[in-house]
Every structure is written in structure tokens, then in C-alpha cells.
């Protein structure tokens, strides 16, 4: 039976903890210089609507270092760009293909190619969640913290996608997460209310408030993202003011702990959520981060393309 990964919540505990064994071992292989071509012969279909660096680079390269290939596609170059439906697209690149990548703005346009595809489905941004993003950074945390049970991460700014994947990563490995949000500007509700049901299970703590600096209060990880996404560009202006108070500097990390870590997802906004100081600074492992994308769906891709 095939298997996607739409959001994190399609994966269990045990699921996480693989990814991240996994990840690690493949980082040591290609440090160490050592061949892993797991899937040969293999063909990953991504499929792009959104603007990409890092998720583009790291899904070709990876399925490259794993003895596969990619096959690059916008919405232009398909058929689905003159009116073929999602579901047609589905089927027929199922017969080609032997897994998908989709960027793009709806989440139920990679929901109904997940539903209609005969081949594993990953999501590799949407609007509402991120999960290859999140799955990395909690392979990024684990690697620096030696452990993710017990620690607190902050995450200030938008709640956005990457935040509604936070949420849904935390409450499975038991990071106690704090979003520092302005009113109106919160992760989906729907996620928040899963992620306190689910956080007994877990023992994960999950609260969202306005200060930023009583959010960052002994935090081990500071996490921030652009304020104005892909598609919200018409209201950067407004976004700009609303989120002001919301920037990470120096006066931010100065209250977390004093061996805390600083992401990004990138691409950065330099000066707007974070400022030149910190993300260069040496609490930012922000270049680390992006590289973990890379290792980190290399694991995704042979958990799903293998079984």
C-alpha cells in the first residue's frame, strides 16, 4: 500500500524518529564520501507551481545522490495549465513515475493528487503546511540538542505554514512549542485545537501569545519566517507594520538561554524579521538548516519509495 506525506500529521512518533536515524546515517554516508544509491533507476516527477531555491535543489540533488532521477514540471509545461483535470494528471503520471513532489498553493490541489495517484505523494509546500521543511529542522535540532523531548522552542511571526507544521511536529516528539503571534495572524485553529488533543500523548506543551519577549523567555530554539509569503505579496505594506514588534534581534535572543539556537527557513528577509546581526551571528544555524533539507528527504524519499 502506497503512502504520502501531505502534512506531518500523517506520520507517527515512530515514523519521525526513522526519518531522523535515517537522515543522520545518510549524512555521515556522503560525508564520509560513501555511495547509498538506494533507489536507482528511479524517477521523481516534481511538480512546481511556487517560486523555489532550497526545496528544488535539494529534491534533485537528492534523488540524484540516491541513483534516481527528476523530471522537473511547472504548470505550464502540463497539460493540467489547458484544462486536463488534477485527476487525469494524476493517473497518467502515475504510469511514468515513481513518486511526486507538488509546490503549490492549495493544499487540496496536492490532496487530490494524492487521492487520484497510484504512486506515493509529497507535499512540498502549500499554503496551510511545509512538513519536509519541519521534518529537517527537527533533524537539525536533534543533531545540535542531542534530543528534542523537554526542549522549548519560540517561534515568532506569522502562522503560517511553516508554523502549523511546528505545531504538528512538536506535539509528536514532545517539544514544547510557544508561538508569539499579532491578533489575527495565528496558526489555523483546527491545528491548534488537534495539537492539544494529541498533546497528551506526546507531553508536549503548545500556547500562542502576543510578546515576543515573554514567548522567547528561556527558549532553546528561536525560530522566525518571512511575514509576507508567496501570494501575500498586496499585503506586505500592511504586514510590515502589523509585524514590527515581531522581529528577532539581539534584545529577543538575549532572553531565551544563553546556548540557544536560531532558525530560519529561509529566504530571509534581512532587517524585517531578523536582522543582520543575528541570523550571521553565533546562535544561527540557519545554513545548517538548509543543508538538513537535502539528507532529510533523501530518508523521505526511501521510506516512500521503497516500501
Known sequence: MKRDLLTVGDLTKEDIENILKRSSLLKEKQERGETHCS????????FFEKASTRTRVSFEVGIYQLGGQAIFLTYQDLQIGRGETIADTARVLSRYIDCLVVRTFSQKV???????????????????????????????????????????????????NVANSLIEGATRVGINL???????????????????????????????????????????????????SMGQESEREKRLKVFSPYQVNSKIVQVAKPDVLVMHCLPAHRGEEITDEV?????????????NRLHTQKAILEMLMTN
Open 39 to 46: 533507489l536507482i533507476g528511479k524517477s521523481l516527477g516534481m
Open 178 to 228: 510557544t508561538l508569539a503571534c499579532p491578533d489575527g495572524y495565528e496558526p489555523l485553529k483546527e491545528i491548534v485545537r488537534e495539537a492539544i488533543a494529541e498533546k497528551g500523548k506526546g507531553g508536549s506543551h503548545i500556547e500562542i501569545l502576543r510578546d515576543p519577549l515573554k514567548a522567547a523567555e528561556g527558549a532553546d530554539i528561536l525560530y522566525t519566517d518571512v511575514w509576507a
Open 110 to 160: 496536492v490532496e487530490e493528487l494524492a487521492r487520484y495517484a497510484t504512486i506515493p505523494v509529497i507535499n512540498g509546500l502549500t499554503d496551510i503546511h511545509h512538513p519536509c521543511q519541519v521534518l529537517s529542522d527537527l533533524f537539525t535540532i536533534f543533531e545540535k540538542k542531542g534530543r528534542l523531548n523537554g526542549l522549548k522552542l519560540c517561534y515568532i511571526g506569522d502562522g503560517n
Open 279 to 291: 541570523i550571521d551571528g553565533k546562535y544561527s544555524i540557519v545554513l545548517d538548516q538548509a543543508e
